[in-house]
């Protein structure tokens, strides 16, 4: 596999839409899950120009820092800490219009005003989580939060995380 991506255009929810079957086509045939992982971090970025987009995986009771683009991050967060391990602790998506009013959220750069954070689940278990930042207030909204869950269950389908 080594074609090359279709960047898409258009509106947020176009892009997503045609962005999708793309990251589908992608990690259908590889079942390393740092390597999906490193690939969908690189898709979502480039296509939507996030100031930082990654993943963080459950290891031993922790999240840890796994595949993303973007400046430097905190490698371990605690369950319940932050954004991503409120995510974590409460097996549900964390949608912050602004990063100051999150009570503990964790600054791993100045420039993120805004986040998204959505939990990989196996059944009920999370496994990993999805973490994208914006450098603009208010980036993320329900549009996000449903394609992104979407792109959950399509990770979750393919055992990413374990
Ligand atoms: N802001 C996150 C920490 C991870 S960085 O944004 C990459 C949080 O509060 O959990």
Redesign the pocket.
Known sequence: MAEELHIASGSKEERYALLLPQIQSVIEDEDDTIANMANVASILHETFGFW?T?F?RVVDNELVLGP?Q?PL??TR?RKG??????AWAEARTQVVPD?EC?P??????SR?RS?I?VPIKHGEQVVAVL?I?SEQLATFDNTDRQWLERLAALLADKQLGK
């Open positions: 930082w990654g963080y993303f973007g991050a905190c967060i800490r932050g954004v991503c391990g409120t990063v999150f503990g959220h964790i600054a791993c750069s993120s986040e954070v973490d930042d």
